[in-house]
């Protein structure tokens, strides 16, 4: 059963048109992770929350937003994508920050936003 | 800023090849290493590496971490088509990055039967 699920699978929107992502769990995680992961790179961590608490990375464009109104989803907004913005977006979860064996981060399949 | 690097980027074998994936890491306040394997869906968690000189083993792929000298490799044995993914390493630290993953750019590996 898909403990972390992503909607849609496959996103197309145009210059300039906002857009929103959606991830849910069943895994009740504390946190949620939003990650970039463009063609042959490295996933690039946007920004997470830690049950209510945001967390931006510094380096995170404006134009990325994001929501968690319930434990259960979270939402990546996009305001204005452009071009540079088409990639993978992965949505991941932990039950906490602290990392171990059996209780890792446990990722979706993934949203690929195209802009025209 | 921390940095993981992956080698080689991809890699071409024959069913029944062992290979090698390679993964150096510099990162302040490290606190462990994970391998994921990632096919045309979520990355899916293979190891975690918190101590050096451990093997992590399941079924054909193992594992093993070099805190001195900051590197991790991945052994998959007898190779199998259905092995052919991206393997991604990613560097877990402490301090202001607690709970953070910098993950490396992945390795590509292609079984051919």
């Known amino acids: 059963d898909a403990m972390v699920i992503q909607n849609p699978r496959y996103q197309v929107t145009q210059f300039g048109k906002p857009v929103t992502l959606s991830c849910s769990q069943t895994l009740n995680h504390n946190v949620m992770y939003w990650y970039q992961q463009k063609s042959s790179q490295a996933p690039k961590l946007l920004f997470h929350?830690?049950?209510?608490?945001?967390?931006n990375e510094a380096d995170t464009p404006d134009n990325f937003q994001s929501r968690r109104p319930n434990t259960s989803f979270c939402f990546l907004d996009i305001r204005s994508p452009g071009l540079g913005d088409a990639a993978m977006y992965l949505c991941?979860?932990?039950?906490?920050?602290?990392?171990?064996?059996?209780?890792?981060?446990?990722f979706g399949p993934g949203t690929r936003l195209t802009v025209l | 800023e921390d940095k993981v690097v992956q080698s080689p980027l991809s890699l071409v074998v024959h069913e029944g090849d062992t290979v090698t994936l390679n993964c150096s890491y510099e990162?302040?306040?490290?606190?462990?290493l994970l391998w994921y394997k990632q096919e045309k869906k979520a990355p899916t968690f293979l190891f975690m590496l918190t101590s050096s000189g451990i093997e992590k083993k399941s079924g054909r792929l193992s594992s093993i971490l070099d805190k001195k000298e900051l590197f991790s490799i991945l052994n998959i044995t007898a190779t199998q088509t259905g092995d052919s993914a991206i393997y991604l390493c990613?560097?877990?630290?402490?301090?202001?990055?607690?709970?953070?993953?910098?993950f490396g750019q992945g390795t590509i590996l292609t079984v051919h039967p």
């Open positions: 990613a560097v877990g630290a402490g301090g202001t990055s607690y709970g953070k993953l910098t």
């Open positions: 929350y830690y049950d209510k608490d945001f967390n």
């Open positions: 991941a979860t932990s039950r906490d920050l602290r990392l171990r064996a059996t209780d890792t981060q446990y």
């Open positions: 990162v302040t306040n490290f606190r462990s």
